[in-house]
C-alpha cells in the first residue's frame, strides 16, 4: 500500500506540475475577405441594424436615468432583445449573439467613461454612432465555422485569404470593414502554452527615439522610416481635392476613399515595420529591457512641438509586438521608469543634465563621450537587469 501512495503522490505532483505551468494566451488571427455582391449587402444590413441597435440601448440608458435616476446593465438591455425583435422583425436578420454582443460594446463604453472620470480626466460622454463610426460586429461564441471558407451564420460561406492556419480555441469572431471598403475578420484564440524558460542572456536595452527609431546598448540603431513624412505630400494634394468636392456628392465620396487608401497605406507600412523590427530583436535577445513610456502624456504638452513625429513612429505598436512576441517566445520583455536614463552617466553614475538638443553626452566627472541615445539604452539595459536581480557590474554591457 504505501508503495502505491508513493507513486500516486508521484503521479500527482507530475500533473501539478505540468498542469500549473501551462498558460493561456489569447492570439488574433486576421484574415481578408471577399464577399459576394450578395453578401456584401448582407453584412452592410448587420453593421446598421447593429449600429440602430447600439443607438437605441444608448437612448435607452440616457433615458431611463434622466426619468427615474436608474442605470441599466448589459443584462437588462439583453433580456429586452426578445421584445425588440418583435417590434422590429429587421433584427431577425442577425445572429442572435451578434446583439448580445452590441450591449457589451456599449456598457465598456460607459465603463471606460466612468473610469477616465475617476481617475481625473475629462472625458467625452458615450455617444450616438453615425455610419461612418460603426464598421464591425462579432460573434463573440458560436455561429461562425473556418475552415477553406468562413462559414457565418445568417450570412453564408465567405470566401477567405487564408495565409496562415488558427491556433487554439477559437473564441470570438470580428467582422469589420475598412474606409477603404475592404472587409476583413479578426478571430481570437486561446492558446495553451507550457512556457520555455530562456536564460537571461543575451540582453539588450533599447532607447526609443525620434532621429533613430531605436538605439541598443551595443550601439546599433534602426533607422527611423517617417511613413507619414514621406507621405505628406501625398496626402495634401489629395486632401485639397476632398476639400474641393460639394457634400452629398459622388465625386467627394470617391474623393474621401482616396483619402483613406492613402492612410491605408501608411498604417500598412508602419504595421509591417513594426512587426518585422520585434521580430528581429526576439529572436535575437533572450532580455530586452525597454522604456516604460507614457506616450499620451507626451504628447499632451510635454512634446507639443513634435506630436506628428511621436505619432508617425507608433512607439506604442512598436512595443506592443515586441511584448507579446518575446511571451509567446519564452523571452521577457522589462519595463523600466525612463527618468533620467538619458542624463544618467552610464559607466559612473553621476547626473548631468542635457536639453532635447543635446545629442551627444559628455561626462563632466569621468570623462566619458558617448551618443545621448546609446548612454541611455546602456542604463537601460543596466536597470531591467538590476530588475531581475542581475548585480550590477557583473556582467559586460
Request: hydrophobic share 35%; proline share 3%.
Amino acid at each position: 500500500m504505501a508503495d502505491i501512495s508513493r507513486a500516486l503522490k508521484i503521479v500527482l505532483d507530475i500533473i501539478q506540475n505540468n498542469v500549473y505551468s501551462i498558460i493561456t494566451m489569447r492570439k488574433t488571427f486576421k484574415y481578408r475577405l471577399f464577399p459576394s455582391r450578395k453578401q456584401t449587402k448582407t453584412l452592410e444590413q448587420t453593421i446598421d441594424g447593429c449600429r440602430w441597435l447600439y443607438n437605441h440601448f444608448l437612448e435607452e440608458r440616457i433615458n431611463a436615468w434622466k426619468t427615474e435616476k436608474k442605470s441599466l446593465s448589459r443584462y437588462d438591455q439583453s433580456n429586452y432583445l426578445k421584445n425588440l425583435k418583435q417590434e422590429h422583425p429587421f433584427l431577425n436578420d442577425i445572429h442572435s449573439q451578434v446583439l448580445q454582443d452590441v450591449s457589451t460594446r456599449l456598457d465598456l463604453a460607459f465603463r471606460a467613461f466612468f473610469r477616465r472620470v475617476k481617475s481625473g480626466d475629462n472625458p467625452g460622454f458615450p455617444r450616438f454612432r453615425g455610419e461612418e463610426r460603426y464598421d464591425s460586429f462579432t460573434f463573440p461564441q458560436v455561429g461562425f465555422r473556418l475552415d477553406e471558407f468562413l462559414h457565418l451564420s445568417k450570412i453564408g460561406k465567405v470566401k477567405i485569404k487564408k495565409h496562415r492556419d488558427v491556433e487554439g480555441t477559437k473564441k470570438t469572431c470580428t467582422i469589420w470593414r475598412s474606409p477603404t471598403g475592404k472587409w476583413y475578420t479578426s478571430i481570437a484564440c486561446d492558446i495553451n502554452r507550457k512556457p520555455i524558460e530562456q536564460p537571461i542572456e543575451p540582453a539588450i536595452g533599447v532607447d526609443m527615439g525620434l532621429e533613430s527609431f531605436a538605439t541598443f546598448s551595443n550601439g546599433e540603431q534602426i533607422k527611423n522610416p517617417r511613413f507619414f513624412r514621406e507621405e505628406e505630400k501625398t496626402l495634401v494634394k489629395v486632401q485639397r481635392k476632398l476639400s474641393a468636392q460639394e457634400k452629398t456628392t459622388k465625386a467627394r465620396l470617391n474623393a474621401r476613399k482616396v483619402v483613406a487608401c492613402v492612410h491605408e497605406r501608411i498604417a500598412w507600412k508602419r504595421e509591417n515595420f513594426a512587426h518585422q523590427e520585434s521580430r528581429k530583436i526576439t529572436n535575437r535577445f533572450n532580455t530586452i529591457a525597454v522604456e516604460d513610456l507614457s506616450i499620451n502624456d507626451m504628447q499632451k504638452g510635454n512634446f507639443h512641438g513634435i506630436n506628428k513625429s511621436i505619432g508617425d513612429a507608433a512607439w506604442r505598436m512598436f512595443l506592443t509586438f515586441l511584448g507579446y512576441k518575446a511571451a509567446d517566445a519564452g523571452k521577457r520583455v522589462v519595463k523600466i521608469n525612463p527618468a533620467y536614463t538619458s542624463q544618467n552617466c552610464s559607466r559612473c553614475g553621476n547626473r548631468h543634465k542635457l536639453e532635447l538638443s543635446d545629442r551627444v553626452f559628455h561626462c563632466p566627472s569621468c570623462g566619458l563621450v558617448l551618443s545621448r541615445d546609446h548612454n541611455a539604452a546602456i542604463n537601460i539595459l543596466s536597470l531591467g537587469l538590476q530588475g531581475l536581480g542581475v548585480a550590477p557590474g557583473s556582467r559586460l554591457l
